[in-house]
């Protein structure tokens, strides 16, 4: 059972990235996916979710209108589409299996998480 995330690099302000969580060993559609991101020095933040059944969906607030979640169940795939991003927006982002509610997206005690991929947005 593994996830693992992609599409993370080096942005200017503005810029838009798309990331991929790719699940081997089981099915993402069962599963709540989140997205996580940790800057240095700073606390651990979800930002995304889709709910497995009925496509709920969460936003942070600090990314609200600017990124977008999707499934693509074909390919065992969650994406999270960036666009504007700023330098705040730095940090390695993490997938993770989760409970996803229209307020917030919660980790579990037994949640998969990947590796992360780093994510800078810098002129």
């Known amino acids: 059972v593994q996830l693992v995330e992609s599409g993370g690099g080096l942005v200017q302000p503005g810029g838009s990235l798309r990331l991929s969580c790719t699940a081997s060993g089981f099915t993402l559609d069962s599963y709540g996916i989140g997205w996580f991101r940790q800057a240095p020095g700073k606390e651990r933040e979800g930002v995304s979710c889709?709910?497995?059944?009925?496509?709920?969906?969460y936003y942070a607030d600090s990314i609200k209108g600017r990124f977008t979640i999707s499934r693509d169940n074909a390919q065992n795939t969650v994406h999270l589409q960036m666009n504007n991003l700023k330098p705040d927006d730095t940090a390695v982002y993490y997938c993770a299996t989760v409970q996803c509610v229209r307020l917030a997206v919660v980790a579990l005690p037994k949640s998969y998480w990947g590796q992360g991929t780093q994510v800078t947005v810098s002129s």
């Open positions: 889709v709910s497995p059944s009925d496509g709920t969906t």
